[in-house]
């Protein structure tokens, strides 16, 4: 069993950071991704950002330059800063973790923009 639990969502005015952090626990031996999803209400669930064991990264246009996703291996986390959010960034954030041929999720965290 594998467990993904997500902090760091909140309110936040546009423009303003947030940082999400994604912990994983349990039966671990080889991660090859981990990334962020978001869901926004009447929405499909999409990409934000992800990275590989090897460190290669993969943005959402929407938030090239804005976003930045990292990891800690040694602790099996991933990290996504936030930064310049705006309303449209408004979103249930899901933590996704790939290992083998098996996916992973986290419960989510809200982020919600203010204008």
């Known amino acids: 069993q594998v467990q993904l639990v997500e902090s760091g969502g909140g309110l936040v005015q546009a423009g303003g950071s947030l940082r999400l952090s994604c912990a994983a626990s349990?039966?671990?031996?080889?991660?090859?991704?981990m990334g962020w999803y978001r869901q926004a209400p009447g929405k499909q669930r999409e990409l934000v950002a992800a990275?590989?064991?090897?460190?290669?990264?993969n943005y959402a246009d929407s938030v090239k330059g804005r976003f930045a996703i990292s990891r800690d291996n040694a602790k099996n986390t991933v990290y996504l800063q936030m930064n310049s959010l705006k309303p449209e960034d408004t979103a249930v954030y899901y933590c996704?973790?790939?290992?083998?041929?098996?996916?992973?999720w986290g419960q989510g965290t809200q982020v919600t923009v203010s204008s």
């Open positions: 990275i590989t064991s090897g460190g290669r990264t």
């Open positions: 349990g039966s671990i031996f080889s991660i090859n991704l």
């Open positions: 996704e973790l790939r290992m083998g041929l098996d996916d992973y």
